[in-house]
């Protein structure tokens, strides 16, 4: 079974006969204990063109030490990365299936080989606090680096390491192992006063696999001169990369991880709708229609998951008296075949070919934006003519949805005005770092529209699932009295929400926050 860990670190670089200054200084270090040694033998994987390394993932498997076996670190933040560690397993084995489909939206199918050994001689330090806790340990590490070459097996590792130059060098790590952010920012000054320099590298890895060719960055500053194709094609990298961030958390279902996901999925996909002229839409048709499909199977997992809490209010809020039969346990059963299959759909879906085929199409698009006759227009001009065109389609369908008769009309005609909503809050929030507060507020505005309507769609699929729970339970010689209660408790919500939404989109259609889009 994997275990898991949140390290947050700081990495510097020392020459070989810089001294260390005295670390009990630190506020809040009643001691430092050590140092204690250990030797660390560690062999890196990744693909053969370093994908792991360019998305700053490090694989490895490691002997030696006090927590030896597999390891892989995931970015969490600057400064921070989740690490999974599962046991060594034999030398020269292949990566557990269970890392390498963690890694499934960098590496695509591509193998992992091992690239590069690395040994390490380690004095660790613990800083102590007032009652014997730790707060952090400082790794004094001198390490020796060798690539391995593509015709060395990796079990010849020691052959690597005879006959390729190795790369030595030393480097300081201090890690928080109950301390927080202060003890880190103060051992940092302490530091850095002493003549150490922080390591511009984040990984050992690349030390002895050189530098890598610069990633794809956004300018340091994006103004409303900037043209319209380098805002939305900053926007469109940031929410891709987004959704492969977001891909190992939702393969080990990780809370809230799908819901997050589908939202990637949905920015990106509503992007390239509601700003068509921006980037060529003929040329993004196909891989919007592939982002619907992704949308879609992640979708299907949350209303799985928002249906089977509602579920679990409508029990807890039902007097026991009231909950005749079996309630509880075909509720839950239900919730949990429910979400059970929607997952298994979701996981099947990140390991198909089609999954790592749109991820490519995403690639290849953020790298080349395919410019719209509004790309070098700039921002200031051409995107709020792309946010008032998803406004007037909210309107154009919030109109229809108050003026066609109450019932199943009404309520497929408000989801089809709350999918427009969400298009233009995306349009607008893509857009706010740029053109700043009137499209801040337009889509804050739009924002709560769409929850309400959100909201209401879900009473009128939970109305359809206590009717499904109720015909079941009464086909299986239950009462369905309970579910009867639910359903009525949804239609009136669904009645109550209704007028809610008339009150949200009139605020929201007022001129105030409409006054910018032209």
């Not at 409508?314 to 007097?319: F, H, L, M, S, W």
Request: aromatic residues 4%; proline residues 6%.
């Amino acid at each position: 079974m994997a275990v898991t860990e949140t390290e947050t670190e700081t990495k510097y670089e020392a020459g070989p006969g810089t001294a260390l200054p005295r670390l009990d200084t630190l506020p809040n270090v009643a001691a430092a204990r050590g140092p204690d040694e250990q030797q660390l033998v560690a062999e890196y994987y990744d693909t053969a063109d370093l994908r792991l390394l360019d998305a700053g993932i490090t694989l490895r498997r490691r002997t030696g030490g006090g927590d030896a076996g597999w390891h892989l670190k995931l970015p969490v933040a600057p400064g921070s990365r989740e690490e999974i560690r599962l046991p060594p397993g034999r030398a020269g084995g292949r990566v557990p299936a269970e890392l390498a489909d963690l890694v499934g939206a960098r590496t695509r199918g591509a193998p992992l080989v091992p690239v590069a050994a690395i040994t390490t001689l380690r004095r660790v330090t613990t800083l102590v606090g007032q009652h014997g806790e730790s707060l952090a340990e400082v790794a004094d590490d001198s390490v020796r680096a060798v690539p391995l070459l593509p015709e060395v097996p990796a079990k010849d590792t020691a052959l690597a390491q005879d006959t390729v130059p190795a790369t030595e060098w030393r480097e300081i790590e201090v890690e928080l192992t109950g301390g927080d952010s202060a003890l880190l920012a103060a051992a940092d000054n302490l530091l850095r006063d002493s003549g150490l320099q922080r390591s511009a590298r984040s990984a050992k890895l690349e030390h002895v696999l050189g530098e890598r060719p610069p990633r794809p960055a956004s300018p340091a500053e994006l103004t409303p001169s900037a043209s319209a194709g380098v805002v939305i094609g900053s926007y469109l990298r940031s929410q891709a990369e987004q959704l492969k961030w977001l891909d190992p958390k939702v393969r080990r279902a990780e809370p809230d991880s799908v819901h997050q996901m589908r939202v990637a999925s949905r920015r990106l996909r509503g992007a390239l709708r509601s700003f068509g002229a921006v980037v060529s839409r003929p040329q993004t048709d196909h891989v919007a229609a592939e982002l619907k499909w992704l949308g879609g199977v992640l979708g299907e997992a949350r209303d799985a998951e928002v249906q089977a809490e509602r579920l679990d209010e409508q029990v807890r809020q039902t007097d026991a008296q009231e909950l005749l039969g079996p309630v509880q346990a075909r509720v839950q059963a239900h919730g949990a075949m429910a979400r059970a299959a929607s997952l298994t759909a979701v996981s099947a879906a990140l390991k198909s070919e089609r999954y790592y085929a749109l991820l490519d199409e995403l690639d290849e698009l953020t790298a080349d934006l395919p410019a719209g006759p509004a790309a070098r227009e700039s921002a200031r001009q051409a995107l709020p003519a792309a946010v008032a065109r998803s406004y007037r389609k909210t309107r154009r369908r919030m109109r229809t949805a108050l003026k066609v008769p109450a019932g199943a009309p009404r309520e497929a005609a408000l989801h089809d005005a709350r999918k427009a909503a969400k298009q233009a809050r995306y349009a607008a929030e893509a857009v706010a770092p740029v053109l700043g507060r009137d499209a801040a507020r337009f889509g804050n505005r739009m924002k709560k529209l769409q929850t309400v309507l959100g909201d209401h769609q879900d009473t009128v699929v939970g109305r359809q699932l206590a009717r499904r729970l109720g015909v079941a339970a009464q086909q299986a010689g239950e009462s369905a009295f309970s579910y009867g209660l639910f359903y009525g408790r949804d239609a009136c919500e669904g009645a109550r929400l209704q007028a809610k939404a008339a009150n949200a989109w009139r605020e929201a259609s007022r001129a105030r926050y409409r006054h910018w889009l032209r």
